[in-house]
């Protein structure tokens, strides 16, 4: 065996060594000086061994001799394997070894699938060891460790999947496929010096529920940008105390460091009727459909009618602002320049309206 391979493979040899990379996964509860310890040892013995496999000379007698390791249950020895021996085929997308006669590499891959699929309360650390694995030979075009990845993560897309974010239109199977494709995204953008993978993955996956989400829920697509500051204008607006006056889109605009033309796009966003919850010709306009109709709505006939019906409960005020909205098509700020008052005054009467229209119907 070459002097060079024996210098790196060295800490391989021994199986209690071995061991040690994979020791601070594997295990709980050590004292926290020998956690420490582990760790070090363990970080050490893990680089030495990804530099071998990344050399050509040596890296596959490498891969050859982690093999025992991974027979005996070492979760790390054998994510090493894998990614190593193990491909996709571009044919059916099934995994295959890369040795066409390697059966021991196909054993050991179910071994592993099983382990992750099976492994409910498998602890983050250990997903996330594991992880870090496969994250170079993704990043280098790997299939394999890509969808290997995405399995080891997925309790983390189901985790923010289930919580339905912004909009809370989509059914879950679309927020889950999302938060896929977002994950995906973070295999491709993540770098070790960023921060954890976890904590990478979950911001590229709540924004991309985040983004589908609201897209799906407005008949006009908003462009990005303009609906992001839109949300920070409403935070900034919440911060803001009951009596204070209302910030003209000037002060908004100083205050978030933007264009003051930007502040008034954005303030110009109106409610729309999410795509899912439109109601078709002739059908009642009842209090559920209330609450998502839009100028387009209430310019049938029949709807109008009804809803003229229902205004007759409301204040002279309210029924202007409900006019100037839904059948003028107004915003809110042009509405509150309009009768002099602020936006925020103009949403709360609309709401107000809205409200006893509800119960009236």
């Known amino acids: 065996m070459p002097r060079k391979l024996v210098s790196m493979l060295g800490p391989f040899q021994n199986p209690e060594a071995m061991k040690l990379a994979s020791e601070k996964v594997e295990t709980r509860g050590a004292s926290a000086a020998g956690n420490s310890r582990t760790e070090k040892t363990a970080g050490r013995i893990n680089k030495t061994l990804e530099m071998a496999l990344r050399d050509a000379s040596i890296g596959g007698q490498i891969r050859d001799a982690l093999a025992p390791h991974a027979r005996a249950g070492n979760l790390l020895a054998l994510a090493h394997y894998l990614s190593h021996n193990m491909t996709v085929d571009a044919r059916n997308g099934e995994y295959v070894p890369k040795r066409g006669t390697d059966k021991e590499a196909m054993e050991l891959h179910q071994k592993l699938v099983e382990t992750i699929r099976n492994g409910r309360k498998m602890p983050t650390t250990q997903r ?131 264009a003051e033309k930007r502040v008034r796009r954005a303030l110009e966003i109106g409610p729309d009727v999410p795509m899912n919850k439109q109601f078709n010709e002739g059908e009642p306009l009842t209090s559920a459909t209330l609450l998502y109709a839009d100028d387009r709505s209430f310019a049938r006939a029949e709807d109008r009618i009804l809803v003229e019906e229902l205004m007759r409960v409301l204040t002279p005020r309210q029924r202007a602002v409900i006019r100037k909205r839904f059948w003028e098509g107004k915003t809110l700020v042009s509405i509150g320049r309009k009768i002099n008052i602020g936006r925020e005054r103009a949403r709360q009467i609309e709401a107000d309206a809205l409200e006893k229209m509800r119960r009236e119907a």
Do not use: Q
């Open 128 to 258: 996330g060891k594991l992880t870090n694995v496969f994250i170079a030979p993704a990043k280098a075009g790997s299939a394999y460790a890509r969808n290997i990845i995405i399995e080891l993560n997925m309790p983390l897309v189901l985790g923010i999947a289930g919580k339905g974010h912004i909009g809370g239109a989509s059914k879950f199977e679309d927020r889950w496929m999302e938060g896929v494709l977002g994950l995906s995204r973070a295999i491709e953008g993540y770098s070790p010096e960023i921060s954890g993978f976890s904590t990478y993955a979950a911001t590229c996956i709540r924004h991309a529920i985040n983004r589908s989400s609201w897209n799906e829920s407005r008949n006009v697509r908003i462009p990005a940008g303009l609906r992001d500051l839109e949300t920070e204008i409403w935070k900034y607006l919440k911060t803001l105390p009951p009596s204070a006056e209302e910030p003209s889109p000037a002060d908004i605009a100083k205050k978030l460091g933007v």
